[in-house]
C-alpha cells in the first residue's frame, strides 16, 4: 500500500525559507512521477512542483518558478521542495503525490496522481 508522508512545513517570515520532505514507501519510487500541491481554504488543489521518475525533468507552477526548487533521491525514496523568497500568498497546505505519468502535461493535473500524503501547513507571515 503507497504511503506518503509530508514533512517539514511551519510558520516563516515573508523572505523566508523552508524545506518540505515527502517520505514514500509501499510502491515502487523510482518508477513514478513526484510532485507537489497546495490548497488554501475555499480553493482548489495547485499545482506547485513536479520531477519525473528519472529526475531528467522538473516542472513549476508559474507563481512559484525561479523560487522553489524540487528534488528526489531514489535510493532514498524521497521527494524535497525547497522553498525560498516566501510570500504570504505560499501559504497553504503542500501535499506530496505520486503518478505513474509524465511530461509536464499530465503531472501538474491533480487527476493524475494516484497517492497522497496528508499534506503539511506552510504559513507565510506579512
Known amino acids: 500500500q503507497a504511503r506518503l508522508v509530508e514533512s517539514g512545513g511551519g510558520l516563516v517570515q515573508a523572505g523566508g525559507s523552508l524545506k518540505l520532505s515527502c517520505a514514500a514507501s509501499?510502491?515502487?519510487?523510482?518508477?513514478?512521477?513526484m510532485g507537489w500541491f497546495r490548497q488554501t481554504p475555499g480553493k482548489e488543489r495547485e499545482f506547485v512542483a513536479a520531477?519525473?521518475?528519472?529526475?531528467?525533468?522538473?516542472y513549476y507552477g508559474d507563481s512559484v518558478k525561479g523560487r522553489f526548487t524540487i528534488s528526489r533521491d531514489n535510493e532514498k525514496n524521497t521527494v524535497d521542495l525547497q522553498l525560498t523568497s516566501l510570500k504570504p500568498e505560499d501559504t497553504g497546505v503542500y501535499y506530496c503525490?505520486?503518478?505513474?505519468?509524465?511530461?509536464?502535461?499530465?503531472?501538474?493535473?491533480?487527476?493524475?496522481?494516484?497517492?497522497w500524503g496528508q499534506g503539511t501547513q506552510v504559513t507565510v507571515s506579512s
Open positions: 509501499g510502491f515502487a519510487f523510482s518508477d513514478r512521477s
Open positions: 520531477i519525473e521518475k528519472d529526475d531528467r525533468f522538473t
Open positions: 503525490g505520486a503518478s505513474s505519468f509524465i511530461s509536464h502535461f499530465f503531472i501538474s493535473r491533480e487527476a493524475n496522481y494516484n497517492a
